[in-house]
């Protein structure tokens, strides 16, 4: 059974979540800044598109169908982007592993990892609060 049973749960953790890494750094999405990134996360089980948009201050996230038009699109489904913030499962053997679909210059992906450090820390926490597990599923292991 996937970690979200619905797009609203998942858009309400990821809310949550990027509320949270902007109070502990305001300046988390620089990196994406300087690198001039939109990215586009496509998730299935459930549906759902999480766009942030960092071509221009400030940072946007869009939750939903978006108009933006990425630098890179990652299609994956919701456990495994779950697993990846967890630490579970490291980029490189997602893509590896086929876990992940990525279009664009995946070297750009480098300026993530700020935001994937930051994340990993504080989403045990936003799963607490939402009373979801803290563990990667096994199917979605690597």
């Not at 967890?86 to 990525?102: E, P, Q």
């Not at 990892?113 to 096994?138: G, I, K, N, S, W």
């Amino acid at each position: 059974m996937p970690i979200y049973t619905s797009d609203q749960q998942l858009y309400a953790c990821f809310q949550q979540l990027f509320a949270a890494i902007e109070g502990h750094d305001p300046k988390a999405g620089n990196a994406l800044l300087k690198a001039s990134l939109a990215i586009r996360f496509d998730c299935v089980a459930p549906a759902a598109s999480i766009t942030i948009d960092a071509r221009r201050a400030p940072v946007a996230v869009r939750y939903g169908p978006s108009d933006v038009k990425p630098t890179i699109e990652i299609g994956l489904t919701a456990d495994t982007l779950h697993c990846l913030l967890l630490g579970a499962i490291r980029l490189g053997k997602a893509v590896g592993s086929d876990l992940l679909d990525m279009k664009g210059p995946v070297w750009k992906t480098l300026a993530l990892a700020d935001l994937f450090r930051y994340a990993q820390q504080l989403y045990p926490a936003v799963l607490a609060e939402h009373q979801l597990p803290a563990t990667c599923p096994e199917a979605t292991r690597a």
